[in-house]
């Protein structure tokens, strides 16, 4: 069984958090959430954790951040709406163990591309947070959003990818409609991700 320790912020509302817990409880990830650890005592997501009986840490300062991993001995770590910058410390003591989710399509190498499921060009939103992100996308006319989750690593927003999913625009899409059905998605994606690292 895999140990996770899941990195949050005020940021989300928590509900990557809740697949990942659901699917532990459901027996479809063998894994256990060791802790809950948000950047701000505000995160909707810690009262998710304390619900669930998931013991939760504050860590306000970048710098606490290795040490208290280091206390948890994470398997990997899990970035579910975390906005503090991870240090490179942090990259080298987990490095390909830390996961992201990024609302764009990550390429599997810089300079490289991904295609929509019609064939159009993806979008990376490289730098944007979700709401930008989906914003862009819907600025752009682009046919789809799309999102993946990926290993973090030293070049910003991008990393070994370890899954993506698309949802296709429809003619009158807002950034809260479009990204209802996206985050459905994405929270069966990380799921998925995870059930393959760890069962």
Not at 30 to 35: D, L
Not at 50 to 70: D, F, G, Q, V
Not at 118 to 124: E, P
Not at 127 to 153: E, P, R
Request: glycine letters at 6%; hydrophobic letters at 35%; proline letters at 4%.
């Amino acid at each position: 069984m895999k140990n996770l320790v899941i990195l949050i912020s005020n940021a989300g509302t928590g509900s990557n958090l809740q697949a990942i817990v659901d699917a532990i409880k459901t027996k479809n990830l063998n894994a256990t959430v060791q802790a809950v650890i948000s950047d701000k005592d505000d995160a909707k997501g810690l009262k998710r954790a304390r619900k669930h009986k998931i013991p939760t840490e504050i860590c306000s300062k970048k710098e606490t951040l290795l040490p208290t991993l280091h206390n948890l001995q994470p398997d990997y770590i899990v970035l579910a709406g975390w906005k503090q910058i991870i240090t490179d410390e942090v990259l080298a003591a987990y490095q390909n163990r830390i996961l992201n989710l990024h609302p764009g399509i990550i390429p599997d190498t810089f300079e490289g591309d991904v295609k929509n499921p019609d064939g159009t060009d993806t979008l990376w939103n490289r730098g944007m947070f979700t709401d930008i992100a989906i914003q862009n996308v819907l600025s752009q006319k682009a046919t789809y959003a799309g999102s993946t989750v990926h290993f973090l690593s030293s070049k910003f927003d991008f990393g070994p990818v370890l899954g993506r999913t698309f949802e296709k625009v429809e003619p009158n899409d807002t950034i809260e409609s479009l990204y209802t059905r996206l985050k459905k998605k994405e929270n069966k994606l990380y799921v998925e991700v995870l059930q393959k690292l760890c069962n």
